[in-house]
């Protein structure tokens, strides 16, 4: 079968390519044609845009880039008709995703499955109606999910998490290989992840390099997004900061803590086991908590406190990210062997809550044999 995929940012390139990989397991004549990265090529098939040139972050730098976005919008719906897929994946991503699965629906009528669906859990709620419209079948990553789904009347399966069952396989593969550590220092390490997006590097690493200065015992390190160079990283870091590349996973085993933009990260960064306060930026300054209250319907902005229902780890969030109150909180972790001994619990709560599905196998293979009983 035909497959057309659409991916927006480095979370949905590593998802998009394992579920590639999963969907030639199971179909021999799988073709691919997508919006996505480097994993994804790898898997073969026709690039069309790289995500890198699609991460537009915030309604201010979305207004400033509408005509890249239309672009993008151009240059996928010329491709998927082009290709005339079997059907179109979606992949997170919803600004874009969802004005495709509008577009494929409309004037093409061809299937629409989404994977790893939009939060509206946790604002937009009203993208329901586009999704009870123009999807056919939505794949959710987190057991709440399913509930808050139904709550609004649309079904949806859960097929396990793909970062916990990407985080077991690395666990497994290390365990195996006994790695060298990434970084050479006979200091602890305090691990960096500042976001994927510039924009969002630009407002939090500043910051968080800052702590250097705080705690001189110990040595600082970025783990780096593959999507932007390291000059970009060096121009914001005044301290003697380490960046890595293309080794998050074996960084953070390695760290004794770690602040991390909020994201995916923070749920990869508590599957492997280390402490963290998660830090988000948001433009706004004073306003944002009153915003929050207004928008945002739930308690907390990071998946780690989300999946527990309980703030497992301290979250900062504008007006509260600030150079004082993230030393604070810093220091907590790192001087309190009980306060890490609390957070590694509600981590292992998490972990059991997410179960030990494959998200990848499981959501092709609900692909695959959906196509096939259309065809048949």
Known sequence: MRYFLVAGEASGDLHGASLMRELKTIDANAEFCFLGGDLMRKEGGTLVQHYKNMAFMGIVNVILNLKKIAKNFELCTKAIRQFSPDVVILIDYPGFNLKVAKYVKTTLNTPVYYYIAPKLWAWKEYRIKTIKR???????????????????????????????????????????????????????????????????????????????????????????????????????????????????????????????????????????????????????????????????????????????????????????????????????????????????KDYSQIRKKLGVESASNNTASMIYKSLNNKKG
Do not use: W
């Open 134 to 344: 123009y999807v056919d079948k939505m794949f959710v990553i987190f057991p709440f999910e399913t509930d808050y789904f139904a709550t609004l009347g649309y079904k949806v399966d859960y097929v396990g998490n793909p970062t916990a069952e990407t985080i077991d396989k690395f666990l497994k593969r290390s365990d195996e290989a006994n790695l060298t550590p990434p970084v050479s220092t006979n200091k602890p390490i305090i691990a960096l992840l500042s976001g994927s997006r510039r924009q969002e590097v630009a407002k939090c690493l500043p910051i968080m390099a800052k702590m250097a200065a705080y705690f001189p015992d110990y040595k600082f390190v970025v783990a780096a997004a593959p999507n932007i160079e390291r000059d970009f990283y060096n121009k914001l870091l005044t301290a003697d900061i380490e960046v890595v590349y293309d080794n998050t996973y074996n960084v953070l085993i390695q760290a004794e803590a770690a602040i991390v933009n909020s994201g995916t990260a923070t749920l990869e960064t508590a599957l492997l086991g280390t402490p963290q306060v998660v830090v988000y930026h948001v433009v706004g300054g004073l306003i944002v908590p009153l915003l929050r209250k207004i928008l945002i319907k739930i308690p907390f902005v990071s998946l780690v406190n989300l999946i527990a229902c309980k703030e497992a780890v301290k979250e900062l969030i504008t007006p509260n990210f600030t150079e004082k109150k993230l030393r604070d909180e810093l220091a907590k972790i790192i001087e309190n062997p009980h306060k890490i001994d609390e957070i590694k």
